[in-house]
């Protein structure tokens, strides 16, 4: 198991190694899913779903496919890592709306899927307190709503991480005035 998770967080480095978070942020990218799946796996979920976390954007932001990741780490890894790929469509879409189709789409999400939405979207929230001048091109209070309309649809799936976000978001929300 654990040598499955440090390839995981290997391969996570390799594929993030020049990317940093949003905005005027030098933050390395890799430090969001290493949160994500340390999230994860002190909300005590399973191997793979740690994997996953640490996984679960490098469909979306490299040439990596759901076969390699498949072939790399299993078929239960590569379903964790689908569940929160978004789709090809949404790019583009403006963030509420791509918000309201990830809410739709993990009302339906295995549980898995949604204890590591959860743990993303803790992490983004968490961002908006620590790295507020990641934030200039971006409206936290937007991101903020959107992120509590998608957690609301995973609700059920991991108490202790809805709690961990809850009180992440109402720190973001302290931090921008509670516009949202």
Request: hydrophobic share 40%.
């Amino acid at each position: 198991m654990l040598r499955r998770i440090t390839a995981a967080a290997h391969f996570a480095a390799r594929i993030h190694a020049d990317q940093r978070r949003r905005g005027a942020s030098d933050v390395p990218y890799v430090n969001h899913v290493i949160e994500v799946a340390a999230l994860v796996a002190e909300a005590g979920g399973e191997a793979c779903e740690v994997i996953a976390a640490l996984l679960h954007d490098v469909v979306e932001d490299s040439d990596t496919t759901l076969d390699e990741i498949e072939e790399s780490f299993g078929s239960d890894v590569a379903r964790l890592v689908d569940g929160m790929t978004d789709s090809p469509e949404w790019e583009g879409l403006p963030r509420p709306e791509r918000k309201r189709r990830q809410a739709e789409h993990m009302k339906t999400a295995p549980d898995g899927v949604r204890r590591i939405k959860i743990a993303d979207q803790t992490s983004n929230v968490r961002d908006i307190v620590r790295l507020p001048e990641a934030w200039t091109d971006d409206d936290p209070a937007q991101y903020l709503e959107g992120a509590e309309r998608v957690v609301d649809a995973c609700r059920g799936a991991a108490p202790w991480l809805e709690a961990a976000f809850d009180a992440a978001a109402a720190e973001a929300m302290q931090k921008i005035g509670g516009k949202v």
